[in-house]
C-alpha cells in the first residue's frame, strides 16, 4: 500500500485535522512531561477500576465527540445553507454524514448516558461498588479504542459512507470498495462489546446490590431506567453484534450474508440492523427519563407523582420497543396486514410516552420549583419532546409515510426526538450531578445563557425542517437547484445550527470557568437532594458510604434529613474492602484497537497479534489473584471528620 492510499489526502480540511490531532497530541505530552504527571495519569486514571472514574472518562469521551459531531453537523449545514454550495464534495459528504449519526448515536449519546450511570446508580442504590469493577474498566476501554478507531477513519484509510444504517447492498464491496465501511463494522462491533458488557454488569448491580431495605419499589427512578435501559442493552446488542460479523465476513472474507451476488439478503441486514437499532433510541431515551424525574422532583420539592405508573410505562416502552422495527421500511414493499401490525405497536408507544409526561407535569403542579440551569433543561424537553412525539404518531401512520418517508420532515422529528430528549437530558443531569463528581456546583449563569442559545438554536434549526420535508426535500442531499423555494428555510436552519454550536461553547466556557475562577457551592447536598448519592460527600469518596444505608421508603435521603438520621456514628464504621487498580483493561483495549486496525485493512497478521494480546490479557486476569485492599476505620474517620467511638 502507498503511502498516499493510507493516509487521506487531497483536501484542506484533511490536512486541517491532521495538523490538529499531531498539535494536540503533542501538546499533551508536553503538558504530562512538564509537570511530570505520567505516573498520575497510569494510577490514577488509566488503571482505574473506580466506577466513578470510569464514569468520568466515559463523560469527557462524549462531551469531545459531541464537538466532532457537532462540527460534522454545521458544516453539513454550511454546505446547504445556500443552493450549489461546494464546501463538501459529493464523496465527503456522504462521509461527514454517516460519520454525524454514528459519533453522535453511539459515542456521544450512550457514553454520556452510560457516563452518568456509573457515577450515580450505585450511589442511589447504596453500594459501595458496582458487581463487576474489573469488567467496568474493560467496558470503557472498549469502547473508547472502538471510538478511536471509527474517528481516525477520518484521516487514515477513508471514511464509511454509506450513512449511519450503512444498508446494504450499497455497504458491500460492490459499491464501496475502499476500507471505509470496514471501519464501521470493526469500531463499532468493539465499542459495542464494551456497552454490552456495561449492560450485563448494571443489570446485576442494580439486581443484587442494592442497600439493605431498599426493594424494587423503593429504588430512585434514574435507577428504574438504567435497571429496565440494560436489559434492552442485554436484548438488543447482540443482534447488532451477530449483524456487524457478519457485515465483516461479507467485506473482509468475501462471504455473501447480505451481498447482492450468491444469494445474499441485503433486506437481512435492515431487519437485524433495526432490531437493534429502535431499542437503541429507548436506550438512549429512557435513562434521560430517569434524569428528567429526579431534577423536576428535586427542584419542585415534591415527591415523583405516579410513581408506580412511571415504572410500568417504562417497562411497556421497553417491551414496545422490539415490536416496531418494520416502521424503518414500511415503503419497502410489505404487506398491508405487516405495515398495519407494525404502525399500531409504534402509535401504541405514544401511550406510556404520554403517561410520563402527565406525571412530571402533574409532579410540578403545586410544587415550590426552583429554577436552576438543570430545571430548565427539563423544562425544555417537554413541549420539544412532544413536538417530536406527535410528528413521530404521524410517520407512524403507514399510508401517510409514504409521504413523509425519506424526507426533512423525518429528519426533523428524528432530532427533536433526540435533541431535546437525550441532548437537553444529558445537560440536565451534568448541571443536577456535576458537584457529586467535581465537588462544586456549575456556574448558574453561564448555564442559562448556554441554555437559551442552546434552544432557541435548536428550534431555529430543526423545526424549519419540517416544512423543507413537507416541500419536497429529501435527506442526504448535497446540495439543491435554486428555484425550488427551499433557500429561506435552508438558511434560517443553518443559522440555528451555528447559534447551537455557540450554545456548546457557553457551555464548554462554563466547565473551564467553574473550574478556575467561579464562587462555587461546594456543599454535599446544593439542590436539597432526596435520594442517597447527596448524602456522600462531594465529590465522592472511593468507598463512597462510611457506613451502608438502610432503606425504610423511597426518597430515601429526604426522610432520613427529616429524622435527623444523617450523622454517622463512629462506632458503626469497619474497615471497607475496595478493589485494587489494574493495567489489564487499558492494555487490552489497546490490543483490541491494534486486532481491529489490522482487520480494517485488512492485514491479518496484525489483527491475529491483537487477538492473541486480548487472550494474553484475558490470562493474565486469570492469574491474578490480587484480593484488593481495605480502607482502614482511621482514614475513614479523617475523611468523613469524625471524632471518637473504637476504631
Not at 435554486?482 to 428555510?489: A, E, R, V, Y
Request: proline content about 4%; glycine content about 10%.
Amino acid at each position: 500500500m502507498k503511502l498516499d492510499e493510507f493516509f487521506v489526502t487531497g483536501e484542506p480540511m484533511i490536512y486541517a485535522a491532521d495538523a490538529a490531532i499531531a498539535m494536540t497530541v503533542i501538546g499533551i505530552v508536553f503538558v504530562l512531561t512538564y509537570f511530570k504527571k505520567w505516573k498520575w495519569l497510569w494510577t490514577e486514571w488509566l488503571t482505574t477500576v473506580d466506577h466513578k472514574r470510569l464514569g468520568v472518562m466515559y463523560i469527557l469521551s462524549a462531551v469531545l465527540m459531541l464537538f466532532r459531531g457537532g462540527i460534522d453537523g454545521i458544516m453539513m449545514r454550511m454546505q446547504l445553507a445556500f443552493p450549489g454550495m461546494n464546501i463538501l464534495d459529493e464523496h465527503h459528504y456522504n462521509g461527514v454524514f454517516t460519520a454525524h449519526g454514528v459519533i453522535m448515536i453511539l459515542f456521544m449519546a450512550m457514553p454520556f448516558i452510560i457516563g452518568l450511570m456509573n457515577v450515580i446508580v450505585p450511589l442511589q442504590i447504596g453500594a459501595r461498588d458496582v458487581a463487576y469493577p474489573f469488567l467496568n474498566a474493560i467496558s470503557f476501554w472498549t469502547f473508547f479504542m472502538g471510538a478511536m478507531l471509527f474517528n481516525l477513519s477520518f484521516v487514515i484509510g477513508g471514511a464509511p459512507d454509506a450513512g449511519w444504517t450503512s444498508y446494504f447492498p450499497l455497504a458491500g464491496k460492490e459499491f464501496s470498495e475502499g476500507i471505509g465501511n470496514n471501519f464501521y463494522a470493526v469500531s463499532l462491533q468493539i465499542a459495542g462489546a464494551g456497552t454490552l458488557m456495561t449492560g450485563i454488569n448494571f443489570f446485576v448491580t442494580i439486581l443484587k446490590m442494592r442497600a439493605p431495605g431498599m426493594t424494587m419499589m423503593k429504588m430512585p427512578m434514574f435507577t428504574w431506567s438504567i435497571f429496565i435501559t440494560s436489559i434492552i442493552i442485554i436484548f438488543a446488542f447482540p443482534v447488532l453484534t451477530v449483524a456487524l460479523a457478519l457485515m465483516t465476513l461479507d467485506r473482509v472474507f468475501g462471504t455473501a450474508f447480505f451481498t447482492m451476488a450468491n444469494g445474499g439478503l441485503p433486506m437481512m441486514w435492515a431487519n437485524l440492523f433495526w432490531i437493534w437499532g429502535h431499542p437503541e433510541v429507548y436506550i438512549v431515551i429512557l435513562p434521560v427519563f430517569g434524569v428528567f424525574s429526579e431534577v423536576i422532583s428535586t427542584h419542585s420539592r415534591k415527591n415523583l407523582f405516579g410513581y408506580k405508573a412511571m415504572v410500568v410505562s417504562m417497562v411497556g416502552i421497553a417491551f414496545l420497543s422490539y415490536l416496531v422495527w418494520v416502521h424503518h421500511f414500511f415503503t419497502m414493499g410489505n404487506s398491508p396486514s405487516v405495515n398495519s401490525f407494525f404502525s399500531i405497536t409504534t402509535m401504541l408507544i405514544a401511550v406510556p410516552t404520554g403517561v410520563k409526561i402527565f406525571n412530571w407535569l402533574f409532579t410540578m403542579y403545586k410544587g415550590r420549583i426552583k429554577f436552576t440551569t438543570a430545571m430548565l433543561w427539563s423544562l425544555a424537553f417537554i413541549p420539544n419532546f412532544v413536538i417530536g412525539g406527535v410528528t413521530g404518531v404521524m410517520l407512524a401512520m403507514a399510508s401517510a409515510d409514504y409521504q413523509y418517508h425519506n424526507s426533512y420532515f423525518l429528519i426533523a422529528h428524528f432530532h427533536y426526538v433526540l435533541i431535546s430528549g437525550t441532548v437537553f437530558g444529558c445537560f440536565a443531569g451534568l448541571y443536577f450531578w456535576y458537584p457529586k463528581i467535581f465537588g462544586h456546583t456549575l456556574n448558574e449563569k453561564l448555564g442559562k445563557i448556554s441554555f437559551w442559545i442552546f434552544v432557541v438554536g435548536f428550534n431555529v434549526c430543526f423545526f424549519p425542517q419540517f416544512f423543507l420535508g413537507l416541500d419536497g426535500m429529501t435527506r442526504r442531499m448535497q446540495t439543491y437547484a435554486d428555484n425550488l423555494g427551499w433557500n429561506g428555510l435552508n438558511l434560517v436552519s443553518t443559522i440555528g445550527a451555528f447559534l447551537m454550536g455557540l450554545g456548546f461553547f457557553v457551555l464548554v466556557v462554563n466547565l473551564l470557568y467553574s473550574a478556575w475562577k467561579n464562587k462555587r457551592d461546594t456543599a454535599n447536598d446544593p439542590w436539597d437532594g432526596r435520594t442517597l448519592e447527596w448524602w456522600t460527600k462531594s465529590p465522592v469518596q472511593a468507598y463512597n458510604f462510611a457506613v451502608i444505608p438502610h432503606v425504610k421508603e423511597m426518597d430515601a435521603f429526604w426522610h432520613m434529613k427529616k429524622r435527623n438520621e444523617t450523622e454517622i456514628k463512629a462506632e458503626d464504621l469497619k474497615p471497607i474492602h475496595l478493589p485494587s487498580n489494574s493495567g489489564v483493561p487499558f492494555i487490552s483495549g489497546i490490543f483490541w484497537f491494534i486486532g481491529g486496525f489490522g482487520l480494517v485493512f485488512e492485514w491479518m497478521p496484525m489483527a491475529i497479534l491483537g487477538l492473541a494480546g486480548i487472550f494474553a490479557c484475558m490470562l493474565a486476569r486469570s492469574f491474578d489473584y490480587d484480593p484488593g485492599f481495605y480502607v482502614k476505620v482511621d482514614e475513614i474517620k479523617k475523611v468523613e471528620g469524625i471524632t471518637g467511638g473504637d476504631k
